[in-house]
T-cell receptor
Framework: DTGVSQNPRHKITKRGQNVTFRCDPI?????LYWYRQTLGQGPEFLTY????????KSRLLSDRFSAERPKGSFSTLEIQRTEQGDSAMYLC??????????????????FGPGTRLTVL | GDSVTQMEGPVTLSEEAFLTINCTYT??????LFWYVQYPGEGLQLLLK?????DKGSNKGFEATYRKETTSFHLEKGSVQVSDSAVYFC???????????FGAGTRLAVHP
């Protein structure tokens, strides 16, 4: 399967612990996105990378959250000192991108299955 | 800021009924519009998209037309099947950016 993969699929942790999630995008995709989805809501944008550069971060991404994509391939999302309000599904997506002229054509984002985080 | 509003669910239909799920948006500039679907136990999948006004996206019998004058992108299907039961999300991508802004989702249940 050459789709977007995420690990782990489920994570249960105690409040105050740190957790790290991994996302492996489709191999030729240079853009990688993180979203958070709570029950009954649509996904909310957190951040995205083009290659290894983190180009945009949402205000939802507090200082307890950090994302990296060190070699422009896989990405990790770490949450420090977890809180019960962090319980959600964390989704990763990837896409290709053209140059600035093509940006409005909007390449399709392909989503992974998500990591469900439960903070007790 | 930019936002998407879609009709609340659940929507319950009998097989072969006509489906409409309303979606309206607020955006500056010229966003691209999308419908994503999430089947039970699966990840989000792109269903269809439209990148400019009056474009019609279509896939698997579903259609949606980008209406700039009414800022809408309603999803329609002429005859639904049990296998269409899923949660449907309307989304936009603001002009010049690829991040997606989603609506809250509409759950569709189709009964035989």
């Amino acid at each position: 399967d050459t789709g977007v993969s995420q690990n782990p699929r489920h994570k249960i942790t105690k409040r105050g612990q740190n957790v790290t999630f991994r996302c492996d995008p489709i191999s030729e995709h240079n853009r990688l996105y993180w979203y958070r989805q709570t029950l009954g809501q649509g996904p909310e944008f957190l951040t995205y990378f083009q290659n290894e550069a983190q180009l945009e971060k949402s205000r939802l991404l507090s200082d307890r959250f950090s994302a990296e994509r060190p070699k422009g391939s896989f990405s990790t999302l770490e949450i420090q000192r977890t809180e019960q309000g962090d319980s959600a599904m964390y989704l990763c997506a990837s896409s290709t991108s053209g140059g600035a002229r093509e940006s409005r054509a909007t390449d399709t984002q392909y989503f992974g299955p998500g990591t469900r985080l439960t903070v007790l | 800021g930019d936002s998407v509003t879609q009709m609340e669910g659940p929507v319950t239909l009998s097989e072969e009924a006509f489906l409409t799920i309303n979606c309206t948006y607020t955006a500056t500039g010229y966003p691209s519009l999308f419908w994503y679907v999430q089947y039970p136990g699966e990840g989000l999948q792109l269903l269809l998209k439209a990148t400019k006004a009056d474009d019609k996206g279509s896939n698997k019998g579903f259609e949606a037309t980008y209406r700039k004058e009414t800022t809408s992108f309603h999803l329609e299907k002429g005859s639904v099947q049990v296998s269409d039961s899923a949660v449907y999300f309307c989304a936009l991508s603001p002009g010049g950016y690829n991040k997606l802004i989603f609506g809250a989702g509409t759950r569709l249940a189709v009964h035989p």
